[in-house]
């Protein structure tokens, strides 16, 4: 082997990146501090958003007064996190979810996310995994309702019943129950006024992560999981998407992740099974894939499901295979 | 930027009314603190050297044994041409950098974030007030990152060397020489495609290999959406990892190796940097 790459300092060749971290990372501050001017934050304008930036101008809601560079800059800073349509805009922001029922009934669950009120529709929208956890257009619904409702320590909490002119409805908490639902009806009476302004929202998102897109038929299973990857210090639980194609196999990849971290042929698995140990969906089973590049470790509220079906594949696939052979 | 208006109250749409309290005036040129970093208060200020363009640095501590580092800033936010944002930028990773070198940790704030006074209080209290409220969180964090760098990663493929060995990418070179220059563009665009179909295939089966590799010498790491891609390559992974300062030289090694292995890697390595993608302290975030 040969030596050690050495990394670089060089200003001429890092400057990119270095202006991008600067104006993307850092530690957060807290929001009510940072500098305003007649109750608009003055921060950042021109230059690409903090996420803080973004949030603390959201918080303020009505964006009726702002001139057309503070609201581009906020466009901009929110499409790069939820896909916009053209010409919509960001009414308010707040930390929420929904509420999420399978088909059939029998798995329910509160998905927490933000939830965004823009001039075109009401978003739950979840940023890592991210994923739009549920969206309605302001014109189908016909009505929120704030339902009260008891939680477990006893203590009342206001969600909000959306209800659509077809029938369907959802539920969603919201940081301001209140608030949000005040904002939906001005929304949807058209008293948020925001002009119309040149150049729709760049729309990044949707397109760009589908990549090849998923194949129907051959797609056979697909949820949200965890994976636990192995770090120098202790290992960490990531959370994504898992999928299992008969023909691409089992895959497994982070919504921020350019690629499937784990790719597994129906034959490159030597071994499925199911284990106890402490996971991030708080049940006592892992899902352990072994194959000849390593073993992997999967969390999900559905490992039975996932153990069956991959453990089926692989064993079939082996069968075949032999039966190839000896023929 | 929309004038306040006169009598000082919000209009219909601007923050509720009763958030106001009465006789409470924002004035715009009240004096502001520029934030660079925030540090352990054992920090000497003597190491900080000058911040944006030039302005003299101080640092605001408390007792809780942290400080930020800062300058007044009464104007407004920065705000100009591309190259003056740029050499800003600088000058603020700069101060960032200094700072890290002393302390051995820092948390960096990024770019324009300035502390207002308001609510009856200067921006000194203010930010005072949240770092001691927060110094908890803050203090865990720069334990966290003491000694620990921010490396950068991109490993991408070139994608003629890639498809070197193809049989579709050598036929569709050769049908190319015999054919008019019409034909020859077409299928030069064809030969394009496929060569760079035949490194992203390549590419999805390097990366769980590689991702594992680095993260294996990594405490962290995160993909970095935003790629320097030269044209004619195809990117593998874009990450930035945060690694003891000791195992710096494994990682190099381990990339060493990475570019034998695969004759289409290229592959970018920069650092190390001060840990600022790993700066965040999410506990500190709104709910």
């Known amino acids: 082997m040969g030596e050690a790459m050495q990394p670089t300092r060089d200003v001429r060749a890092t400057l990119p990146d270095l202006v991008d971290v600067l104006l993307n990372k850092g530690v957060y501050l807290d929001l009510d501090l940072i500098i305003t001017v007649a109750d608009i934050p003055l921060i950042g304008v021109n230059l690409k958003a903090t996420i803080a930036g973004m949030e603390t101008m959201l918080e303020y809601g009505m964006m009726k007064n702002w001139d057309e560079r503070t609201r581009a800059w906020l466009r901009d800073s929110v499409s790069r996190q939820v896909p916009l349509r053209g010409g919509e805009e960001v009414i308010a922001k707040m930390a929420g979810g929904h509420y999420w029922q399978d088909p059939d009934g029998s798995f329910e669950t509160w998905r927490p996310g933000s939830i965004y009120l823009t001039t075109h529709r009401i978003i739950a929208f979840r940023r890592d995994p991210e994923e739009i956890l549920w969206q309605a257009n302001l014109y189908d619904i016909a009505q929120v309702v704030l339902q009260t409702e008891s939680s477990i320590g006893g203590e009342k909490r206001s969600r909000l019943l959306v209800e659509k002119h077809d029938g369907g409805t959802a539920l969603l908490s919201a940081a301001q129950p209140n608030r949000l639902r005040d904002l939906v009806l001005k929304a949807q009476s058209g008293t948020v006024e925001i002009e119309a302004s040149a150049g729709g929202p760049s729309t990044r998102g949707q397109a760009e992560r589908g990549g090849k897109g998923d194949d129907p038929d051959t797609l056979l299973f697909e949820g949200d999981v965890w994976y636990q990857e192995q770090r120098s210090g202790s290992p960490i639980w990531r959370g994504g998407t898992a999928k299992y194609d008969s023909d691409e196999g089992f895959s497994w990849k982070a919504a921020l992740d350019r690629r499937p971290a784990i790719r597994l042929k129906a034959t490159e698995m030597t071994a499925v099974r199911a284990e106890n140990g402490h996971t991030p969906v708080g049940n006592s089973s892992i899902l352990i894939l072994e194959s000849e590049t390593g073993t992997y470790r999967l969390a999900s509220d559905r490992v039975e499901q996932w153990a069956q079906l991959l453990h089926g594949v692989s064993q079939q696939k082996r069968e075949d295979d032999d039966d190839a052979e000896s023929q | ?287």
């Open chain 2, 1 to 287: 930027m929309t004038e306040p208006a006169d009598d000082g109250m919000p209009t219909e749409t601007g923050k509720p009314a009763e958030d106001k309290k009465p006789g409470e005036n924002r004035k715009p040129t009240e004096p502001g603190l520029y934030v660079y970093a925030v540090v352990p208060s054992t920090l000497s200020p003597d190491v900080l050297g000058t911040g944006i363009n030039d302005a003299p640095l101080k640092l605001i501590a408390v007792a809780e044994g942290l400080a930020a580092v800062v300058h007044h800033h009464d104007a407004a936010p920065f705000d100009g041409a591309d190259a003056d944002v740029e050499r800003w930028i600088l000058e603020h990773g700069g101060v960032v950098e200094r700072s890290w070198e002393a302390a051995g940790t820092v948390l960096p704030m990024s770019f324009n974030v300035i502390v207002a006074a308001g609510d009856g209080s200067t921006a000194e209290q203010r930010l005072a007030g949240w770092l001691g409220e927060s110094a908890a969180e803050l203090t865990e964090r720069l334990k966290a990152l003491q000694g620990r760098v921010e490396l950068r990663i991109e490993i991408s493929l070139d994608q003629h060397a890639a498809a070197e060995d193809s049989c579709e990418a050598a036929d569709l070179r050769e049908e190319m020489v015999q054919r008019p220059p019409g034909v020859q563009r077409l299928l030069q665009k064809r030969l394009d495609k496929t060569e760079r179909e035949i490194a992203e295939r390549l590419a999805d089966g390097l990366y769980p290999e590689y991702r594992r590799r680095l993260a294996a010498l990594s405490e962290d790491l995160t993909e970095n959406r935003r790629a320097h891609r030269p044209p004619g390559t195809v990117s593998v992974l874009t990450v930035a990892v945060l690694a003891h300062r000791d195992d710096v030289e494994k990682i190099g090694l381990e990339l060493t190796s990475i570019g034998e292995e695969q004759p289409a890697a290229q592959i970018r390595f920069l650092g190390p940097w001060p840990p600022y993608s790993f700066a965040d302290v999410p506990e500190l975030g709104a709910g």
